[in-house]
């Protein structure tokens, strides 16, 4: 007999789950690539949006008492294989599922489209004042190592510097400071 073992990303989230299929997902939900939501085709709810937010702050499904993320099933939706990474949305909205704001990306990748942490004092990302120099120092994380970039008089330079080297090395995944 000639088998074809089918690709395991059309059958299984990356948690594993084997138990949605593309078909059941196209059978039970719609979803608008536009805006974003999902409403319920059949069931007691049809028509009405098919949405939660979990306490992460990004839109939950519940489909057969098994709890997905729409922004992953929008993903699988829309092209027929479950995302092999994360998922990141491009505009850091979580709840933002439009399917122009959603890509695949490595962990790496989604960290580095992220704001400037919440501890940072001058609000730019990948620049802190170094007390003993006087000035302001610029580095960024790529691919596991440290890239220094320079130390600048001014926050202005500094942050330039930064959304230079991010936009080089980062590429469509960079959040610069100017954005």
Not at 28 to 47: A, E, H, I, Q
Not at 108 to 116: G, S, T, V
Not at 136 to 150: A, C, F, M, Q, T
Request: charged share 25%; glycine share 8%.
């Amino acid at each position: 007999t000639n088998s074809i073992t089918p690709d395991p990303r059309t059958l299984a989230g990356a948690d594993g789950r084997r138990d949605l299929t593309r078909e059941r997902l196209l059978g039970l939900l719609r979803y608008d690539p536009g805006t974003g939501v999902f409403t319920w085709l059949s069931g007691k709810n049809v028509g009405k949006t098919a949405q939660a937010r979990n306490r992460d702050g990004y839109i939950v499904i519940t489909i057969d008492r098994v709890q997905y993320r729409a922004h992953r099933l929008a993903i699988f939706y829309m092209t027929g294989i479950w995302p092999a990474h994360q998922v990141d949305h491009i505009n850091l909205m979580k709840s933002d599922n439009r399917f122009a704001n959603l890509r695949e990306a490595t962990q790496a990748e989604n960290h580095r489209n992220r704001p400037a942490q919440s501890n940072n004092k001058c609000g730019r990302r990948g620049v802190y004042w170094q007390e003993s120099a006087g000035k302001w120092h610029v580095s960024l994380r790529h691919n596991g190592k440290r890239h220094y970039v320079g130390l600048f008089d001014s926050l202005e330079a500094a942050s330039a510097a930064y959304d230079e080297a991010a936009l080089r090395l980062h590429r469509e995944f960079a959040r610069p400071n100017s954005t």
